[in-house]
């Protein structure tokens, strides 16, 4: 068919940047995980902050929707290694305090969109 292209060609399009999953699960989920978690949120969200602005964290969040959140959560991190990403995953406060398991899959950016726009007289952002 003319104009369609390629597979190979769409292949070579893709942005190939490789950078970790983190899965961090509840080891005992629950229904009301503040009170699980609370002890040590403090140094989760430091934890959080500090690789946010080392420009270890590319995306983070908690694992839930209208059903509910169960304390788990997923974060996206750049790393030189797999085993990088393993060693800093079990840094993670909650992982330390044995409330969550923290596991690491490779995960590949290759595709997507994001926008992003900037209100520089009121400072606000929105990102979508």
């Not at 950078?19 to 080891?27: E, P, Q, R, S, V």
């Not at 790393?79 to 406060?93: F, H, I, N």
């Amino acid at each position: 068919m003319a104009g369609t292209p390629h597979p190979q060609d769409l292949l070579a399009k893709l942005r190939q940047q490789q950078l970790y999953l983190l899965d961090m699960t509840m080891i005992t989920p629950t229904e009301d995980p503040l009170p699980v978690l609370g002890p040590h949120l403090d140094e989760h969200l430091a934890w959080l902050i500090e690789r946010e602005n080392n420009g270890t964290l590319f995306l983070s969040g908690q694992l839930g929707d209208e059903t509910g959140w169960d304390g788990s959560g997923m974060a996206i991190v750049r790393a030189e290694s797999r085993a990088a990403a393993e060693a800093d995953a079990q840094t993670e406060p909650f992982c330390r305090a044995g409330i969550r398991r923290n596991t690491i899959r490779g995960w590949q950016l290759n595709e997507g969109r994001l926008t992003l726009e900037l209100k520089l007289f009121d400072n606000s952002f929105t990102i979508s």
